[in-house]
T-cell receptor, first 117, second 116 residues
C-alpha cells in the first residue's frame, strides 16, 4: 500500500512564525506536490517537485517555499505565517509522466489543518 | 487552460440507491486522465477511479463507475447501492502533461450525504 505521511494533523501557529509542514512517502515516487484546500475553491497547487532538489511553482506559491533534500521527503515552509494561510494542506506523490505504473495516480496524505492566529 | 466543473455543491441519496455526481471538463490537450477522489470528514483524499482519454470503455471499480462521454466532455461518477460510509466530499480531477510535467486540476467538490 502506498503511504504518504504528513507530520501533523493539526497545527496552531501565531502570525509571523516560520512554519514547517513535513511530508514523507514510501513508494519511491519521483513527483511530490503540496496543495491547499479551502471551501468552495477545491484544491490549489502551491508547489511541486519532480525530483530531488528540484521544485516548480504551482498556481499559488506566494508566501510559501519548499525543500526536497531526499526523494521521500518534501517540506512546505511558510516563511512568515499570516492569517490568510489558515487552511487545510495536503501533500501528494506520484510517478512521473511516462511511467505506466498506476496511471500516475496522485496519492495523498491525511492533511494538516493549520490555524494561524 | 484546464478546467473542471462540478455544479452540485451537495447531494442527498437514500441508502441502497444509486447516485450520479456530475463533472465536466475542458482541455485542448488530446491526452488526459480523469480521476475521482473521495474525502471523508477525516480529511484524507482517497483515489476511487481513473479514466484515460483514449480508453474505449467506461472505467469501473466495484460499486463505482465512470460515465465517460468524450464528445460532451463529461466524466460523471456513478455510485451504485449507496452505503452510509459513502457520505463524504467527492472531487473530480483531470491530469494533462504540460511542459514535461503532469498538471492536475481539481473541481470544487460535491458533498454527498447518504440517508438511512
Amino acid at each position: 500500500d502506498v503511504k504518504v505521511t504528513q507530520s501533523s494533523r493539526y497545527l496552531v501557529k501565531r502570525t509571523g512564525e516560520k512554519v514547517f509542514l513535513e511530508c514523507v512517502q514510501d513508494m519511491d515516487h519521483e513527483n511530490m506536490f503540496w496543495y491547499r484546500q479551502d471551501p468552495g475553491l477545491g484544491l490549489r497547487l502551491i508547489y511541486f517537485s519532480y525530483d530531488v532538489k528540484m521544485k516548480e511553482k504551482g498556481d499559488i506559491p506566494e508566501g510559501y517555499s519548499v525543500s526536497r533534500e531526499k526523494k521521500e521527503r518534501f517540506s512546505l515552509i511558510l516563511e512568515s505565517a499570516s492569517t490568510n494561510q489558515t487552511s487545510m494542506y495536503l501533500c501528494a506523490s506520484s510517478f512521473p509522466p511516462g511511467r505506466s505504473v498506476g496511471k500516475n495516480i496522485q496519492y495523498f496524505g491525511a492533511g494538516t489543518r493549520l490555524s494561524v492566529l | 487552460a484546464q478546467k473542471i466543473t462540478q455544479t452540485q455543491p451537495g447531494m442527498f441519496v437514500q441508502e441502497k440507491e444509486a447516485v450520479t455526481l456530475d463533472c465536466t471538463y475542458d482541455t485542448s490537450d488530446p491526452s488526459y486522465g480523469l480521476f475521482w477522489y473521495k474525502q471523508p470528514s477525516s480529511g484524507e483524499m482517497i483515489f476511487l477511479i481513473y479514466q484515460g482519454s483514449y480508453d474505449q470503455q467506461n472505467a469501473t471499480e466495484g460499486r463505482y463507475s465512470l460515465n465517460f462521454q468524450k464528445a460532451r466532455k463529461s466524466a460523471n461518477l456513478v455510485i451504485s447501492a449507496s452505503q452510509l460510509g459513502d457520505s463524504a466530499m467527492y472531487f473530480c480531477a483531470m491530469r494533462v502533461h504540460s511542459g514535461g510535467y503532469q498538471k492536475v486540476t481539481f473541481g470544487i467538490g460535491t458533498k454527498l450525504q447518504v440517508i438511512p
